[in-house]
């Protein structure tokens, strides 16, 4: 019995320690999205790589100083619904857990908004699962609501990695077309928005025909995007 008694009270400890634990990195995440409100953000992975000793390119520059045609080529390409909703896409979501319980899959990013892969790079792991994604929803609200969408997506174009250690606009702006991030054209702001999926394999600078046909229709939707982007104008 007294040996019960013990591990019973062993178990009590390791959870009230747990559930203490998880409180403080859930303060100490809300604190940060305050924080981050006002000062530029370090995502865990620039925080993983330097820890690794490997680079990192990051030159953070405001939301007025990205070419409009980036912001409205990462929308269309990203969140095309991202003026209108709270963060998270309801409707998307659905159906994209409704088709990955039939296949038995987990969500794909045609789900993931851009709050919620500015939570996933700030403060998440890269890797898919459906315990990362839902972490990852209640943090998209939350910065949805504490942020303007001009500062989100400030943010997640400072945070993105398009390519090996190369993260945000500016430093891929000036690694693949030698220019900075305002000077970027349609073009160029189409294929920077259309590498973002798979950024260790598609090559803004050397896009392959499937690369550059993506990019061609992207542009094509930017030019005419209106209402998609008035709230980053």
Known sequence: MASRSRRTGISGTILRVA???LLALALAIAALIVVYRFLPP???????????????????????????????????SEDARFCEHNGVDWGALHEVVEEAEKDEDSPSRGASTIPMQTAKNLFLWPSRSYIRKGIEIPLALLI??????RRILEIYLNIAEWGDGIFGAEAAARHY???????LDAREAALLATALPNPRLRNPARPSPRHAG???RVMAHARVAGSLVKCVK
């Open 19 to 21: 559930l203490a634990a």
């Open 42 to 76: 370090v995502s865990t992975l620039m925080l993983a790589r330097w820890l690794e000793g490997e680079p990192v390119e990051r030159h953070y520059v405001p939301l007025a100083r990205i070419s409009y045609f980036l912001r409205a080529s990462v929308i269309v």
């Open 144 to 149: 949805d609501l504490a942020w303007s969408k």
């Open 177 to 183: 077309f030698h220019k900075s991030a305002d000077r």
């Open 214 to 216: 993506l990019a061609a």
